[in-house]
């Protein structure tokens, strides 16, 4: 039997964190505001969060100006995408395999 | 077993974020009610002018070519200013109840979602539209009825991928009633009561019953 455990991504396990990926693999750009919203979070814990992933360059953030407002808007990287979908297959074996 | 429980939860947590993230849900199913009832409305409203204008037909048969062009532009202004009606009600009634909806859900009515469900829908309903207005232009009204519900289903099809899949099966129905319109040349604007009435307002009811009230 497959061990497809250690195919799990340990920055996936926080269901915070699993659903900015998700939210990030079908929308092009998702401002901050809108992430917030979605996720029913505070800022500081989706900051902390974010900020977790762009450090594995998982996610990219862009900041603009909107006018004389501050506009951060987030994108998912390619080694994001291949690591989210790598974990969604390794779950789906998991599951599959207690059939 | 409590590992495979946990799998299975981030699985649908997956979906529901996919989902909610992508697809404009605030669209009230009352709008479509509304919208239906101005469209019985609209029809009634041409039934009757067409009605008097047919009556006048012999009448007309008298008068010289400037006379029956003028009779039929007059005819074809008052259609068209009932349709604009219609239209312009429809979608106030319909912007008013969504975003009361999305306010009712803590949602932005302008987020990205919506606008891509507005593009999406814009695309095919715009192609549609000067299509028929082309249609008018070359003289062949026939098939405009037809048209405009076969182009108005493609458009509900195409923006089902943005807000609730059951807009879905509404689009099914406008084609095949806009198929079967274009086999009954004559009969638009019964097609049109039944396409932009009856149907909008069974699905407005469907939505609001499934999603709203609950």
């Given amino acids: 039997m497959k061990n497809y455990i250690q195919h799990l991504n340990k920055a996936f396990e926080n269901r915070i964190r699993l ?47 909107i006018g004389k407002k501050p506009n951060t808007t987030y994108s998912v990287t390619k080694a994001g995408k291949k690591a989210f979908n790598e974990h969604l297959d390794a779950l789906e ?7 | 077993m409590a590992d495979q429980k946990e799998h299975l939860q981030a699985l649908s947590d997956i979906r529901s974020m996919m989902e909610r993230s992508s ?8 709008s479509g009610v509304f ?8 029809a009634y409203l041409a039934y009757v002018k067409i009605g008097s204008y047919t009556e006048n ?10 006379g029956r062009v003028e009779v039929a532009n007059e005819l074809i202004i008052y259609l068209f200013s009932v349709a604009a009606g219609v239209l312009i009600a429809s979608l106030l009634v319909g912007t008013l109840l969504t975003m009361r909806n999305s306010r009712k859900k803590g949602l932005r009515i302008w987020d990205s979602t919506g606008q891509r469900l507005l593009i999406n829908l814009a695309i095919p309903l715009g192609t549609g539209g000067l299509f028929c207005l082309i249609m008018l232009y070359h003289g062949d009204i026939g098939l405009v009825a037809p048209a405009t519900l076969i182009f108005y289903g493609l458009s509900l099809i195409n ?9 879905r099966y509404l689009g099914i129905c406008e084609i095949i009633l806009g198929l079967t319109a274009s086999l009954y040349i004559g009969y638009g604007l019964y097609f049109w009561a039944v396409g932009f009435g009856i149907l909008h307002i069974i699905y407005g009811a469907v939505m609001y019953f499934k999603y709203e009230r609950g």
């Fill in chain 1, 19 to 65: 659903g900015i990926m998700s939210i990030l693999m079908v929308n092009d750009k998702v401002e901050f505001s809108s992430m917030k919203e979605m996720l029913d979070i505070t800022d500081g814990n989706l900051a902390s969060h974010i900020s977790a992933l762009e450090k594995l360059e998982y996610i990219e953030v862009q900041k603009q100006f």
């Fill in chain 2, 159 to 167: 923006a089902s991928k943005y807000t609730f899949n059951d807009i």
């Fill in chain 1, 93 to 99: 074996k998991l599951l599959k395999q207690r059939d």
């Fill in chain 2, 35 to 42: 919208a239906g009832v101005f469209a019985l409305i609209g």
């Fill in chain 2, 23 to 30: 697809r404009f849900i605030s669209l009230s199913g009352l």
């Fill in chain 2, 57 to 66: 037909y012999r009448s007309m048969l008298q008068m010289d070519i400037h």
